[in-house]
């Protein structure tokens, strides 16, 4: 009762050789959908592979891992016939077939293989190298899924937007053709899922004011998810009448139809470019997974009703009906693959597997490529032309927001793969006018106004960088990042890791964000919680103190993605942004002079910053806090003699730990000012390396209280402040 697969399996074979095979339709004959006899034949024997795949890996449990299976979607490989290789997928976990299907599409491919080292998790998988059974290849133009909750549609839609985007843009050096065509297939259980309805809404969004769109959302309908059925009619019910997306429905179980419906789907993205609800019906067979045991809550009568409209049966009795293939036939194929999988199993399940720690992380970091490198700086006179009625400006000292804009101006004339996204950018200028006047300089398909979801808006950038972009979205406020972390932590910062470098997504994420924002404040305003983004291996998170190094640390942030393609994140103090005055009113200290990257310094990753050469005390810190301790040294040095060095750490994360321990050598006394949470804070870890390094040095650290920021001056009492700082300073050197 318990062992559907070996039920599925015998009943395909018992009524194939009874003769006992569904009745066939004959509404539809193979070239009427644009197919032939050898076609069909092509079809069944993909999804037979499929099958028999999903079977081993149920009766060979310890030797392969991960099993969920595709058995009842095995129609997705029509969607692979019916799309081209250039045509990038983003797939569900339960499209075995399709990639079976699209790699018969490469000379000297090895599909079983390659397919069943994945399922083994062996180091020889092409994909991932051994560290998860993945549906994906650079060969066939998938990038790897490791869970498809619909956390991969939002960059699917950025990805088809980067077709028509980077053919208005001119570029060449693109990943896909101008007509290609995302596929993104999904489960109805997933659809429900905020990710999958900001997507398909973001889809209609662009569509409905006739931008470019060509993608097709594949829902892959078997009526449950793992155990909760799917209302009757609700996905046709929400999609067959959305404005700005086209509706096909079609039967999964049988590759007539199946391909009728891909077909239609695929030619009208390619060639209206409009976005496609493909709504393909389907069967779950074997249950949710290998663990799952569908009788708990499913009656047996009820599964048995479900195998008998198993998809091989279905096509198997088209072919036969059609004269194609005598049932004799269609056994032999299916006996044969079983053997030749197993055959191969045999080989594969001895083959070596990942055994340390460093062989698992190699491609949490991007292996480099020598040929990666940043393009040369514009000519003067390009310049001279886009600065032109900015020369009043430039030549002033000006505070970190026209830093920040006009590096980014210069960023966008030097890399012309780069382009901005996100909520108010462009028009706008963004909440606080850091990006005013790039719209005119330009224009709209280098600066993207988007709609109001931050998943969009990551996912804009996420899927551009599979399309050679390097993307620099925005995100209006730090609080604002939590609504897409998932986007960063379980998209973009995987997909090296997943796909053993050969897949990456360089992108610069600027994030306005810390405390100490007066006059609009209050919790989302003013959030000071980077636990969020300093967790995620292989994410760089940076952290400017001054414009002078928001400006030079934005360049090497933008170099390190474009080059070493790297995620990066870079966290604009908004309290900072207009701030000229650094000790007393009008001293204009925190102002300076932007300098052209061709005469600027840039601050490379790992560098620390060091203010001043006092030898009293250290004092570490970042962004407003490192503001705050400028201001508390100066104090600290006229009213108790106290003279201080100041450390800008600039770099949250990796956490430059070198340049801190070659920073704080020889002082007696290192203050840590940490204006973040106290809990899972950057000064814990910085206190823990002084610990396991052995300084011998007296320490202490002040940080921001446990505490959601209120508005107004209530902010005060949970932030630190520069009277906490001297006071910690006095106390840590002895001086009462």
């Not at 950057?682 to 610990?691: A, G, H, N």
Request: aromatic share 6%; glycine share 8%.
């Amino acid at each position: 009762m318990f062992d559907r697969a070996s039920a599925i399996d015998e009943a395909f074979k018992a009524r194939l050789r009874s003769g006992d095979l569904p009745a066939i339709s004959t509404q539809f004959t193979p070239e009427m959908v644009g197919l032939n006899s050898l076609d069909l034949v092509d079809l069944l024997e993909t999804q037979i592979m499929s099958r028999h795949l999903d079977i081993m890996a149920r009766r060979s449990k310890g030797k392969t891992f991960y099993s969920l299976g595709s058995s009842g979607h095995e129609g997705l490989a029509t969607i692979a016939k019916a799309s081209r290789l250039t045509d990038m997928a983003f797939l569900h976990y339960r499209d075995g077939s399709f990639l079976l299907q699209r790699k018969k599409m490469v000379t000297g491919a090895t599909p079983l293989y390659d397919m069943i080292l994945s399922f083994a998790a062996a180091k020889e998988d092409p994909i991932s190298g051994g560290r998860h059974k993945v549906l994906g290849g650079v060969d066939v133009n998938i990038p790897p899924q490791t869970s498809t909750i619909a956390s991969h549609l939002p960059k699917a839609v950025g990805a088809a937007h980067s077709i028509a985007q980077a053919r208005k843009l001119g570029l060449k050096n693109t990943v896909m053709p101008d007509d290609a065509v995302i596929l993104c297939s999904f489960g109805d259980a997933s659809l429900n899922h905020s990710t999958a309805q900001g997507a398909l809404n973001a889809a209609a969004w662009a569509s409905y004011q006739n931008s470019p769109m060509p993608i097709v959302f594949i829902c892959e309908d078997n009526d449950i998810g793992i155990s909760t059925k799917t209302p009757k009619g609700w996905v046709e019910a929400n999609y067959a009448n959305r404005a700005g997306l086209e509706y096909i429905a079609c039967d999964g179980t049988n590759n007539l139809t199946a391909y009728q419906g891909a077909s239609e789907a695929i030619n009208i993205a390619r060639h209206r470019r409009k976005p496609v609800f493909l709504h393909m019906k389907t069967v779950r067979l074997m249950g949710h997974a290998g663990a799952d045991i569908e009788t708990v809550y499913t009656d047996i009568k009820t599964l048995e009703a479900n195998e008998a409209k198993d998809p091989l049966l279905q096509n198997a009795a088209t072919l036969v009906a059609l004269g194609i293939l005598t049932a004799d036939d269609i056994l032999k194929i299916y006996n044969d693959i079983e053997a030749k999988i197993s055959r191969i199993a045999t080989q594969v399940f001895t083959r070596a597997k990942l055994t340390s720690a460093e062989d698992v992380m190699a491609p949490i970091i991007p292996k480099k490529f020598s040929h990666l490198t940043s393009p040369n700086l514009p000519s003067q006179a390009l310049r001279d032309k886009t600065f032109k009625r900015d020369a009043r400006m430039l030549a002033k000292p000006m505070p970190m927001a026209r830093h920040i804009g006009t590096a980014l101006a210069d960023i966008m004339l030097q890399y012309e793969n780069t382009f901005m996204c996100g909520e108010d950018v462009a028009r706008k200028g963004g909440v606080y006018g850091v990006t005013r006047g790039l719209l005119d300089k330009f224009g709209p398909a280098r600066m993207v106004d988007t709609l109001l979801d931050e998943q969009s808006v990551l996912g804009l950038a996420i899927g551009a960088a599979h399309n050679g972009f390097v993307p620099i979205p925005e995100i209006q406020f730090l609080a604002y990042f939590h609504n897409a972390a998932d986007q960063i932590r379980g998209e973009a910062a995987t997909l090296s890791f997943f796909s053993n470098s050969q897949y990456t997504n360089p992108m610069v994420v600027r994030i306005a964000g810390l405390g100490y924002q007066k006059g609009f404040g209050g919790h989302f305003h003013n959030d000071n919680a980077l636990a969020a983004l300093r967790d995620i291996p292989g994410v760089i998170l940076a952290c400017p103190s001054s414009g002078d190094e928001a400006r030079r640390i934005l360049r090497e942030c933008v170099r390190l993605a474009h080059e070493e393609r790297r995620v990066v994140i870079f966290l604009e103090p908004i309290a900072m942004y207009q701030t000229a005055d650094l000790h007393e009113d009008g001293d204009e200290l925190c102002l300076s002079k932007y300098i052209p990257p061709v005469d600027d310094k840039i601050v490379r990753l790992g560098e620390v910053g060091v203010l001043g050469k006092g030898k009293d005390i250290c004092i570490l810190s970042y962004g407003n806090g490192h503001f705050l301790s400028c201001q508390a040294a100066k104090i600290l040095e006229d009213e108790n003699g106290i003279q201080s060095t100041i450390i800008d750490i600039r770099w949250l994360q990796p956490l430059p730990e070198q340049g801190i321990l070659e920073a704080v050598k020889g002082f007696k006394h290192i203050l840590v000012v940490d204006e973040c949470r106290k809990t899972a804070s950057l000064s814990e870890q910085i206190l823990t390396l002084f610990t396991e390094k052995n300084i011998k040095a007296k320490t202490a650290r002040i940080c921001a209280e446990d505490s959601f920021i209120p508005l107004g001056a209530a902010a005060n009492t949970v932030l630190v402040s520069r009277e906490q700082i001297i006071e910690a300073a006095k106390n840590l050197v002895g001086v009462v």
